[in-house]
């Protein structure tokens, strides 16, 4: 009898502890998950990770208390916060209608880094030796083509230098003009705020080209219809709205000034979709039409072994005013002309 209650006491008390929450078959070391979210905004997109939680999981649903609603409430509001922010800075429109580059750093090597810190204390030749040295990307051109570009440049330095086109070739260019204005004009927000970081001493704006390159062939037949002539700013190329191949909302910095040397290496023509050269070459030919001060104006345009770059040259920059060329860069010298927005006979 003892024996029989004691064995009856012992089923109680195990049955007690299968039923029990605490000893419940779901509590186990694997069920130990956790529902935790983190939001990173880095500069390229918003991460979510997902860890596991350390609080039990129960199959039960239990009723949500007001403190779990507010703080879901809050981490949506903080989400959806840093996510609009996001789009923000990537989307930032100057009031000249520019693209802005994201105002997000871009992230240098150790090399890189070594060099943009020389700018501040060292002469700009020895840095921009320094990075060539050791620098793994080279210029776009040859030597025969830069030579030829380096001689204007040293008989004209100190000189108003315009570059269209950001290339791994642009602190070199920025060098052979010491003391003088050089300026580059690119298409890619990205690409520009990272040269710039590489290379602080570098003046550069990121602009939009309206062309399409597919489009080459009917622009080239119609600019007699559509461009030219007088316009609200007085300029041949600013505000000149009607007209597609004109460059007409530049930084003013652009207009302001008369160049002695347009170097054109951009923006990218080599596939239907790309904005071509059109624009560049046409606009390039108006402001040295239009110089205002003594003097000519070089020309120099790379890539002419693509048709495009060899139409829109004979057409505006004009095959009497070439003096010279190398390999795929040909050299023009153009003077000004007493109305430059008349181009009703064409350039040449």
Same mark, same amino acid.
């Given at each position: 009898?003892?024996h029989?209650l004691?064995q009856?006491?012992a089923?109680?008390?195990?049955h *007690?502890?299968?039923?029990?929450?605490?000893h419940?078959?779901l509590?186990? /070391?694997s069920a130990?998950?956790?529902n935790f979210?983190h939001i990173s905004?880095?500069?390229?997109?918003?991460?979510a990770l997902?860890f596991r939680s350390s609080?039990p !999981?129960?199959?039960?649903k239990?009723p949500s208390?007001p403190?779990?609603r507010?703080l879901?409430?809050l981490a949506a509001?903080?989400?959806?916060?840093l996510?609009?922010l996001?789009?923000f800075?990537?989307?930032?429109?100057?009031?000249?209608?520019?693209?802005?580059?994201s105002?997000t750093a871009v992230?240098l090597?150790?090399?890189? %880094?070594?060099i943009?810190?020389?700018?501040?204390?060292t002469?700009l030749?020895?840095?921009t030796?320094l990075?060539?040295?050791? *620098?793994?990307a080279? /210029?776009q051109?040859?030597k025969?083509?830069?030579?030829?570009?380096?001689? @204007?440049?040293? %008989?004209?330095?100190?000189c108003? !230098?315009l570059?269209f086109g950001l290339?791994?070739d642009?602190?070199m260019?920025?060098?052979f003009?010491?003391r003088?204005t050089?300026?580059?004009?690119?298409?890619?927000p990205?690409?520009?705020l990272?040269?710039i970081?590489?290379? /602080?001493i570098?003046r550069a704006h990121?602009?939009?080209?309206?062309?399409?390159?597919?489009?080459?062939k009917?622009?080239v037949?119609?600019?007699?219809?559509?461009c030219?002539?007088?316009?609200?700013?007085?300029?041949a190329?600013k505000?000149?709205w009607?007209?597609?191949?004109a460059?007409?909302n530049? /930084?003013?910095d @652009?207009?302001d000034?008369d160049?002695? @040397?347009?170097?054109?290496?951009?923006?990218?023509?080599? !596939?239907p979709?790309?904005p071509g050269?059109m624009?560049v070459?046409y606009s390039?030919?108006?402001m040295?039409?239009?110089r205002?001060k003594?003097g @000519?104006?070089?020309?120099?345009l790379?890539?002419?072994?693509?048709e495009?770059?060899k139409q829109y040259a004979?057409? !505006?920059l004009?095959m009497?005013?070439?003096?010279?060329?190398?390999?795929k860069?040909?050299?023009f010298?153009i003077?000004p002309?007493?109305n430059?927005?008349?181009?009703?006979?064409?350039f040449?």
């Open positions: 009898m003892p029989l004691l009856q006491r089923s109680l008390h195990l *007690a502890s299968l039923t029990s929450p605490s419940s078959l509590h186990s /070391p130990d998950s956790r979210l905004n880095t500069p390229t997109n918003m991460q997902i609080q !999981f129960h199959k039960k239990h208390t403190n779990s507010l879901t409430l509001t903080l989400a959806t916060t996510f609009l996001f789009l800075r990537h989307t930032l429109i100057d009031p000249n209608n520019h693209c802005i580059p105002t992230r090597t150790d090399s890189e %880094s070594a943009a810190t020389q700018f501040d204390d002469p030749t020895l840095v030796i990075h060539y040295a050791t *620098a793994l080279l /210029p051109q040859i025969g083509e830069i030579r030829r570009a380096f001689d @204007v440049l040293q %008989s004209l330095a100190p108003n !230098f570059v290339g791994h642009s602190l260019w920025d060098s003009n010491p003088g050089t300026l580059f004009l690119d298409e890619d990205k690409w520009t990272s040269s970081q590489r290379f /602080p570098l990121t602009v939009r080209y309206p062309t399409r390159l597919a489009d080459a009917t622009l037949t119609s600019y007699k219809r559509d030219g002539g007088a316009t609200p700013t007085g300029h190329l505000g000149d009607r007209c597609m191949l460059l007409s530049l /930084p003013n @652009v207009y000034r160049w002695d @040397v347009i170097m054109i290496d951009g923006p990218r023509g080599y !596939f979709a790309a050269r624009a070459i390039a030919a108006m040295a039409r239009g205002r003594s @000519v104006t070089h020309v120099f790379h890539d002419v072994d693509r495009v770059e004979r057409e !505006f004009c009497k005013y070439r003096i010279g060329g190398i390999r860069l040909w050299h010298v003077p002309v007493v430059a927005s008349d181009i009703s006979h064409g040449c």
